[in-house]
């Protein structure tokens, strides 16, 4: 095995996957709360302590190209929508929700009432309060505070349970919005963020950067591919005809 050929193929898989995370992005360009992810690359340099196969095969050193992934936390443009039952967050914080697979957070304030007048995201996620339990409203005006209590014909039901993170890092994505804290409920604190009623937070992804970083990865994929048309014909040839001579 030419190490040289598999770091440069591990190169094009890497720019490949940066690429699929690109492509999510501007997929999510108009996701209400969407947060963008930025890919990184990581160098690796392995090499087998114990043989596990024929000499020529272990000698290789395998330098490996990894594309990962950070989440970038910006907050979005704030869209106005003169919706009582949408709301921004104006700082750091997550409304907390029901799930499922358990409680989970995210930006995305388009809130409804469902058959049973529980408040729940656009989903159909409970939207949890202050107690930790789903927030009930019956019927009447509702009205969310900037401190954000929920109001129903001026009295106060209860409070929406924003939560913020001292280490971001921890939180992963899961789709549709929403994000699990990996580090539990010993990194959870009470947000002082402001609620914005009538607003929804966009997405965070900055359309032409990400078009202009686009064209880099094409570019960078096709100058490795070209480096492995060299290793595979102009190189070996060469070494072919000596060996031959």
Known sequence: ????????YSGLRAQSDALDILANNLANIHTTGFKEEKAFYTYLNQSSEKPQGPDTFNAVINRSIQAQSTLNFETGSLNETSRELDIAIAGDGFLAVQTPQGV???????????????????????V?????????????????????????????????????????????KEGSSLFRSSAGQDSERV???????????GSNVNPISSIVRMVEIHRHFEAIQKSIHLVMNDVNSKAIDKLGR
């Open 191 to 201: 947000s002082d963020a402001k609620i914005k009623s009538g607003f929804l937070e």
């Open 104 to 126: 989970r957070y995210t930006r995305n304030g388009n809130l409804n009432l469902n058959a049973k007048s529980v408040l729940t995201t656009s989903e159909g996620h409970p």
């Open 128 to 172: 949890l309060g202050t107690s930790g339990k789903p927030i009930t409203l019956g019927p009447g005006k509702i009205r969310i505070g900037e401190s954000g209590d929920v109001f129903l014909d001026g009295a106060q039901v209860d409070r929406l349970k924003v939560t913020s993170f001292a280490d971001l890092s921890k939180l992963e």
């Open 1 to 8: 095995m030419d190490s040289g050929i598999y770091t440069a």
